[in-house]
Antibody
């Protein structure tokens, strides 16, 4: 069974950095692209970015709202993907969900973690 | 960016009703559209991928249709467990984008 578990969320001051992690189990991590989606309190879903699997160069794509500030990486040996968030703003406050693409032919998000809350506030 | 516009934003319906949610893309996304269901405090759940492919384990009362820029999620015979918020998402062109959501409420 696929499991995705996020960790590392918490309270951080504006302008500071935070790294959150997502550790996966139940599948061969290196065979799949992974993504991040966030949801501000009371708001809808916002796509943050993705990292493709290494056979596709482990390339990344980001939403305009985080490009240049956030970096997604992966460590296949640890079945973990990371979201490094720099220069945090109050509007980055959200629950951050880790996601896995459905399969090698469809990149919709069939699997989600439970989410980790990041609060940016002074 | 490809904008996704859902309508309505809120839908009031009764158990047993047939309901439809529309999602419009600002440019063609061919078939690369997913529908998700989210309940309060929970992660979203994939219902439909590639516009009309029902995800394994999802009840057959859910169906999706459309291609290009116009898509519809239909629930035939609303059940108590279906009262939730529904989102469409395009994954044709980066950055991928979600619709703003449709909340299905009990009438």
């Amino acid at each position: 069974e696929v499991h995705l578990v996020e960790s590392g969320g918490g309270l951080v001051q504006p302008g500071r950095s935070l790294r959150i992690s997502c550790t996966a189990s139940g599948f061969t991590f290196g065979d799949y692209g992974m993504g991040w989606v966030r949801q501000a309190p009371g708001e809808g879903l916002e796509w943050v970015g993705i990292i493709r699997r290494k056979t596709f160069g482990a390339t990344t794509q980001y939403a305009a709202s985080v490009r240049g500030r956030f970096t997604i990486s992966r460590d296949d040996s640890k079945s973990t993907t990371y979201l490094q968030m720099n220069s945090l703003k109050t509007e980055d406050t959200a629950v951050y969900f880790c996601t896995r693409e459905r399969d090698n032919f469809d990149s919709s998000y069939a699997y989600w973690g439970q989410g980790t809350l990041v609060t940016v506030s002074s | 960016d490809t904008q996704m516009t859902q309508s309505p934003s809120t839908l009031s319906a009764s158990v047993g009703d047939r309901v439809a949610i529309t999602c419009r893309a600002s440019q063609s996304i061919t078939k690369w559209l997913a529908w998700y269901q989210q309940k309060p405090g929970k992660a979203p759940k994939l219902l439909i991928c590639k516009a009309s492919d029902l995800e394994s384990g999802v009840p057959s009362r859910f169906s999706g249709s459309g291609f290009g820029t116009e898509f519809t999620l239909t629930i035939s015979g609303l059940q108590p467990d279906d009262f939730a918020t529904y989102y469409c998402q395009q994954y044709n062109t980066y950055p991928w984008t979600f619709g703003q959501g449709t909340k299905v409420e009990i009438k």
